[in-house]
């Protein structure tokens, strides 16, 4: 899932203006990235490690939903709709990311930055992808019933 270049289509000099714009950020093993239901800090492009995703269900109980590894964007969701997060995400081991920080973001949408505009369309097409990937799973999963 982690397929999708966020800096594709940018030129040489945008895409050395986004990378100045990242945050470099580590987290150990079992400590949370995103947390459901909380802000969302921006958009994470990890590059080392994988990541568990999980959501509570209506009992209160943690359900794991996948496993993620590297290389992989985390936070499109909320980046693009400014909500919370969706969903918890915590490192499975040592994840190494850069943090495209939310209010970063925004700035650059709110001045109608082209750069930010492409990284919009490429967070776009990531999600696409993820939402046809979601519906394969669950045609697979209504076929058995």
Same mark, same amino acid.
């Given at each position: 899932?982690? %397929?999708?270049?966020? @800096? !594709?289509?940018?030129?040489?000099?945008?895409?050395?203006?986004? #990378?100045? +714009?990242?945050? =470099?950020?580590?987290?150990?093993?079992?400590?949370?990235?995103?947390?459901?239901?909380?802000?969302?800090?921006?958009?994470?492009?990890?590059?080392?490690?994988?990541?568990?995703?999980?959501?509570?269900?209506?009992?209160?109980? %943690?359900?794991?939903? @996948? !496993?993620?590894?590297?290389?992989?964007?985390?936070?499109?969701? #909320?980046? +693009?709709?400014? =909500?919370?997060?969706?969903?918890?995400?915590?490192?499975?081991?040592?994840?190494?990311?850069?943090?495209?920080?939310?209010?970063?973001?925004?700035?650059?949408?709110?001045?109608?930055?082209?750069?930010?505009?492409?990284?919009?369309?490429?967070?776009?097409?990531?999600?696409?992808?993820?939402?046809?990937?979601?519906?394969?799973?669950?045609?697979?999963?209504?076929?058995?019933?």
């Amino acid at each position: 899932m982690g %397929e999708i270049d966020v @800096t !594709e289509g940018l030129s040489d000099e945008q895409q050395k203006g986004f #990378e100045m +714009l990242l945050q =470099e950020r580590i987290f150990e093993k079992d400590v949370p990235i995103l947390e459901e239901g909380l802000p969302c800090p921006g958009l994470f492009l990890m590059h080392e490690g994988s990541v568990s995703v999980s959501k509570f269900d209506m009992g209160g109980l %943690e359900r794991l939903i @996948t !496993e993620i590894e590297a290389p992989a964007i985390l936070g499109e969701l #909320e980046l +693009l709709t400014s =909500e919370a997060c969706s969903a918890t995400v915590k490192a499975v081991n040592p994840v190494r990311s850069r943090l495209l920080p939310m209010s970063t973001f925004e700035e650059l949408l709110d001045r109608g930055d082209p750069a930010a505009v492409r990284v919009m369309r490429n967070l776009a097409r990531a999600l696409g992808a993820k939402l046809n990937a979601t519906n394969e799973v669950y045609v697979d999963l209504a076929i058995w019933r």
